[in-house]
């Protein structure tokens, strides 16, 4: 039975959010449901890495995140084996949101340092300033690279139920987490993470 009721929340969870497909799990937070986000990226990138380990890649991978995001993306780079020196902390402009010139810079880097970018991971709500970063633009940052990108959206996706407030997540038609491949959130302290 609670296979069944999984499905549907989780269902429910992805279409409030635009996913009209995908899948997802219910996961006991904020933190594993980031680090879920980092595991499908390097898995769609690097499927070998199951069974050869992240050394079988023979590069580092890096993983990119805002100054003002939660400190799970340090935890999952941690935790998976990719080392916190492979996590890359973008500037943020002065509401705490990620600037995409920045994030484009850092990943020109990063590739010229012969390194590959494998995530990005964009807040929807960071926990100390509440910042939405602008997802569109992240995503087509990263659409150039061929990155992951996931959405941190455990503070500030239950906006998305808010008509008041889910213009932050740019809720439907023009849905702006449809852009992305996967995201966390945690509605009324339900977490999940469903991917597309």
């Known amino acids: 039975m609670f296979i069944v009721v999984e499905r549907a929340v989780l269902a429910y969870v992805r279409s409030k959010f635009g996913f009209l497909v995908g899948d ?9 449901s980031n680090m879920y986000g980092m595991m499908l990226a390097r898995h769609k990138m690097f499927p070998g890495a199951k069974t050869g380990g992240v050394a079988s890649v023979g590069r580092p991978l890096v993983a990119f995140t805002s100054k003002e995001s939660h400190y799970s993306i340090a935890k999952g780079a941690n935790w998976l084996g990719l080392g916190l020196d492979n996590v890359v902390c973008v500037e943020t402009d002065d509401r705490g949101r990620m600037v995409p ?20 991971n964009a807040t929807a709500g960071s926990t100390v ?18 990155v ?3 959405v941190d ?19 439907r038609p023009d849905l702006k ?20």
């Open 24 to 32: 997802g799990i219910m996961a006991p937070g904020g933190s594993i």
């Open 101 to 120: 010139a920045e994030l484009e810079r850092a990943m020109t880097e990063c590739k010229a340092a012969g390194q590959i970018p494998f995530f990005v």
């Open 129 to 146: 300033m509440g910042a939405f970063d602008p997802i569109d633009e992240l995503a087509a940052v990263c659409a150039r690279h061929g």
């Open 148 to 150: 992951w990108l996931h």
């Open 153 to 171: 959206a455990c503070w500030g996706g239950s906006f998305i139920m808010s008509e008041k407030h889910k213009h932050h997540l740019k809720a």
């Open 177 to 196: 987490l449809q852009q992305c491949l996967s995201f966390s959130n945690l509605p009324f302290r339900a977490p999940s993470s469903p991917t597309r």
